[in-house]
């Protein structure tokens, strides 16, 4: 079985910054492509970025493109998210996932894999 834990959320003021971290343990982490989603009140969780097993595919949503940076430590088991210039609807839950393949990396469906999420509050 394959955990993930999400941590860094939290407030910050619009043009802020964030660094959320995600930890995969129970399986060979390398394995795995990694994708960020968020899920805001009332809204379809969607797609954030992810990255494949080696770094070398990244692919971004467009509106986050130019202020969120996704990497990866594969000695560390951990997932990275750096998020600059922060925007009120940059807030909700954000999660991360893993699957093995990187294929249709943009559906929620297509990963086997989530953590319980972490909170990103952007105050405007």
């Known amino acids: 079985q394959v955990q993930l834990v999400e941590s860094g959320g939290g407030l910050v003021q619009a043009g802020g910054s964030l660094s959320l971290s995600c930890t995969v343990s129970?399986?060979?982490?390398?394995?795995?492509?990694i994708g960020w989603f968020r899920q805001a009140p009332g809204k379809e969780r969607e797609f954030v970025t992810a990255i494949d097993q080696s770094s070398i595919y990244t692919k971004y949503a467009d509106s986050v493109t130019g202020r969120f940076t996704i990497s990866r430590e594969n000695a560390k088991n951990t997932v990275y998210l750096q998020m600059n210039s922060l925007k009120p609807e940059d807030t909700g839950v954000y999660y991360c996932?893993?699957?093995?393949?990187?294929?249709?990396?943009?559906?929620?469906?297509?990963?086997?894999?989530w953590g319980q999420g972490t909170q990103v509050t952007v105050s405007s």
């Open positions: 996932a893993a699957r093995e393949t990187w294929y249709e990396v943009i559906s929620p469906r297509a990963y086997d894999y």
């Open positions: 129970g399986r060979t982490f390398s394995s795995y492509t």
